[in-house]
């Protein structure tokens, strides 16, 4: 799968990026070194569950002026229900938009990709957008929750867009505040929070619509690392008290470590 | 499609980010909506407060003048020839009759001072407009069509019309008037028709049945004070009754109230007022001019030699006395030659005897000033008209009363039409006639005046058609009128307020776009964008409406404030009988046009959100999340 591993030229890439921007050079190293420790990406073997999400050679590429970028260059695996996945790879590999494939966010240039069963390329907008509310939670890395709403209403919205009756709404909000230990909070607004507060709240708005899948968009990356290490640990209670299958893209070699899996991605392709 | 009111909540945020422009935007536009509340109250605010004052009056009232005008001129050139050709017979019957009379009295005349009866005109020979022969030669000419009042007859009598008033004139009198003022009767200066400011009586007055102009007589109390049931009857404008009970008009920046003290008082004490006139006739008058210029060339001309008959000023310049005689020197040839000249001038018909008449009138009622006919065009012009329910004159006798004088058989040579068969005088008021038609009710009276009359007030064919007194038909123009400019105006502010609000949604829009994207990635549909989008634009619109709505109330009760009492004041002087605790409020309800503002601010902000959120929906999410990160 992919292309050899090039130490050359993964040091001449490095010097690039360094002479450009040494904190994401910085970042890269980090990545790198992740790399080296999950190159072996398989940690434990898959589980009988069945497979919910399965790509088979995704590309996706954009356009920049002349240029093309190929963000994912055929990209095929299967993560079965239940997984907790750990997405990782250099800045620019192509994670968050594998992520926002997965979710329905984008569509693949070439490939097939079915996600609960469901071809989602051939989706309407109206039916992706459903798939978006129901099967998909999304957590991102600066959280976007809505400044000007408190937690109660920020974490409704999936709701709201999903028409959940009022009651019910009120009580899904409730159980899940209190799931993420912010039941104490709900009638605050986003800003009188701290950041794993906050993350911890999209992570309940994440679920409020009983998603098979959460899509974690480097979820910990605006958080220390004590924090972080808080949100990968409601990732696995979630899993385990709901069967959810969790995919978090990652920098955090850390983080990585706790998945079941890491796919390592460079330059579009798994590694 | 999410619920209404859960799109409301998140909308409500967007009202909170942005504030200070949300703000800005929110004052422009409810200034620009508001301008457009005030003129609605204010419109029907005027139209309310002419209604209260004009209760009673001929307002409440369903009438129409209608005058019919013959379309034939004296000196049009398709008269027949066979009218030319009398009146020119006519002179030189004349002529040859004052020959033969001249001869057999022995008294000198001259033919060459008869006026020629007829004139060239290019090719043509048309009849002379100031030719007596020419005068009498058209009115026979005239008794063979159908009379103006014929004519008046065919048009209204198509109606059934509740009361049909007739219009008198004093056109056809003949002598000349002068007041007698506080210094008694001004002999020397000519009685000159003033360039502005209301006419005195002498200038002439209509004649008006009761039934027409009752609103604005005084009080059968009052009427009863009055002793001198030998003076003519008379609706006098109010200022002039002020001068007449000896009041010296108030500056104009008397107060308000006591600009109102100073109406009641007039009017309570109106019945005192008099005036008088001089009637003389044209050899009184001669007389008079002949002792003005005698004593002129006397003062001037040393070399002056005084004619044998002269004649001096009366000596009382209140009795409306005829000139006295100064001098007579005449010798009994000259005499008996004067007195033949005076038999040859009652023989065809010339006034020889001094006649003169002091006319006094009692005020029996007040009209109000300021009438400016025939301004229909325009909102200032109708208001002015519907306030002031119109009298065509400011001077009228109420007919009854003046027919129920006991001495009214003395004053005939004041009675309309009087003169109009003698000789040397044409009589145009045989050339038309005017009357006032009353209508039991307002359908009746519309269905008239649009049948009959025209769009551009003077119609053709002579006749003259036009609602009279009424104002519910002119409150129904002023209202179209007012709708119309109202409209115009409505369109302007409107699209400026779309472009104001247009900037605003389309800053709140491209401001959430990272909002919008990640609402997209949790599951919101392209329509549950919109709908947020709807609903915040509703609620901007409506808070626009709202304090527009405000605004246009604050700044209309601030109008009112400062203009109302200086209108109460006029609308008192033109309703001079209306209930003196009536005050004129500029503010009122037209709830249809309000509702329309209300409903054109809300269509106006659907309108600016409809290219911002259009633009809006084809933008890729993902980048929108990207942009911002
Ligand atoms: N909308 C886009 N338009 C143009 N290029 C894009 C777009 N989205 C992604 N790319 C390019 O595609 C490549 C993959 O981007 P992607 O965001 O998936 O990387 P990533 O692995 O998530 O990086 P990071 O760790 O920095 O978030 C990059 O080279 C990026 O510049
Ligand atoms: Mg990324």
Known sequence: MGEPWDIDQEVKKFLEIFDNDPIEAVKAIESFKSNQATVQSRTKPAPDTPVIISLDSVKKSYRIGRQRINALDGVSFEIHQGELIAITGASGSGKSTLLQIIGGLDKPDAGIIEVDGVDISKLSDGKISKFRNQTIGFVFQFFYLQPFLRLKTNLAVPGMFARTKRKQLKQDVAGLAKSVGLDERLNHLPRELSGGQMQRAAIARALINRPKIILADEPTGNLDSANGEAIIELFEKIRSDYGTTVVIVTHDAKIASKADREIHLRDGQII | MMRLSDATIVAITKLRTRRLRTLVTVFVASILFGAMFTAVFMTQGIIDSTLKFSKGTLADRYFATATYQNQINMTDESLPISVIDRAKALFKKDITDKQAAAKRLGVDYDSSIETEPTVKLFDSEILNGSSPYAAQAFKEYLADLPTPQQELDKIVGKYVSKNIYEVGTTESIMGRMKMIGSVGENFTEAANYPSNGTVDVNFGWSYMDEGVVSSFMLPESQLSRQKNTEAIPIIAPISKVEAALGLKKLSNNTSANDKLERLKYIRDNADKATFSVCYRNSVSSSQIQSAIDNAKALKNNKN???????????????????????????????????????????????????????????????????????????????????????????????????????????????????????????????????????????????????????????????????????????????????????????????????????????????????????????????????????????????????????????????????????????????????DDNLKFSFVGFWWQALASIAVLVIVGGFVGMILPLSRNSVRNPIRDMRDDT
């Open chain 2, 304 to 578: 002056y030699i005084e004619p044998a008959l002269t004649y001096a000023l009366p000596i009382d310049a209140n009795a409306c006395a005829p000139a006295t005689v100064k001098r007579d020197i005449r010798t009994a040839d000259e005499k008996k030659q004067d007195a033949k000249q005076i038999e040859f001038n009652q023989m065809f018909g010339q006034e020889t005897e001094p006649f003169q008449k002091k006319l006094i009138f009692r005020v029996v009622g007040l009209s109000p000033e300021g009438f400016n006919a025939g301004n229909m065009s325009n909102i200032g012009g109708l208001i002015l008209n519907i306030t002031s329910t119109n009298l065509m004159s400011s001077w009228i006798v109420p007919q009854k009363l003046f027919d129920a004088m006991p001495n009214n058989a003395d004053l005939n040579f004041i009675k309309p039409g009087y003169n109009s068969d003698k000789l040397d005088y044409f009589d145009y008021s045989q050339m038309y006639k005017s009357e006032i038609v009353e209508f039991g009710g307002i359908d009746e009276l519309k269905n008239f005046v649009v049948k009959e009359g025209c769009d551009n007030f003077y119609c053709d064919g002579g006749k003259t058609i036009y609602y009279f007194g009424n104002n519910s038909v002119l409150i129904g123009e002023i209202k179209d009128q007012a709708a119309k400019y109202l409209g115009y105006a409505a369109l302007v502010i409107t699209v400026i307020a779309v472009i104001i609000l247009m900037s605003m949604i389309g800053r709140v829009i491209s401001d959430s776009r990272r909002e919008t994207a990640v609402f997209r990635a949790i599951g919101a549909r392209r329509s549950d964008i919109r709908l947020i989008y709807f609903s915040y634009t509703l609620m901007l619109s409506i808070i626009v409406a709202i304090v527009s709505l405000g605004i246009g109330y604050a700044a209309i009760q601030w109008i009112d404030s400062i203009i109302s009492p200086d209108a109460t004041v006029q609308s008192h002087l033109i309703n001079i009988f209306a």
